[in-house]
Nanobody
Framework: QVQLVESGGGLVQAGGSLRLSCAAS????????MGWYRQAPGKQRELVAV???????NYADSVLGRFTVSRDNAKNTVYLQMNSLRPEDTAIYYC???????????????WGQGTQVTVSS
């Protein structure tokens, strides 16, 4: 049993900042990549940022220089620091993680329930 729980979403004015957190819990053996996706109404879900198990990061072009993804392996938690927020950043943000459960020999991609981020213009 594995669960990802996001927190930190909310309302913010354009130019403001938010920090999202996502903690994984359950019968976890190891965690590979952890990251964030988002989905705005009427649009496809897109990758925002990912932090791999080896320490590399990738970002969507639209958030480069504004968002920073980090993780705390001891807490099985990934963070997304969002600065200089724009109205077009408004979306539901979903946590994502590749997790190998105890007793398994493979990893599976898990998703959180999502947290709403709304940026006013």
């Amino acid at each position: 049993q594995v669960q990802l729980v996001e927190s930190g979403g909310g309302l913010v004015q354009a130019g403001g900042s938010l920090r999202l957190s996502c903690a994984a819990s359950g019968t976890i053996f190891s965690i590979g990549a952890m990251g964030w996706y988002r989905q705005a109404p009427g649009k496809q879900r897109e990758l925002v940022a990912v932090f791999t198990s080896s320490g590399s990061t990738n970002y969507a072009d639209s958030v480069l220089g504004r968002f920073t993804v980090s993780r705390d392996n001891a807490k099985n938690t990934v963070y997304l620091q969002m600065n200089s927020l724009r109205p077009e950043d408004t979306a539901i943000y979903y946590c994502n993680a590749n997790i190998r459960r105890t007793g398994q020999t493979f990893s599976y991609t898990y998703w959180g329930q999502g947290t709403q981020v709304t940026v006013s213009s």
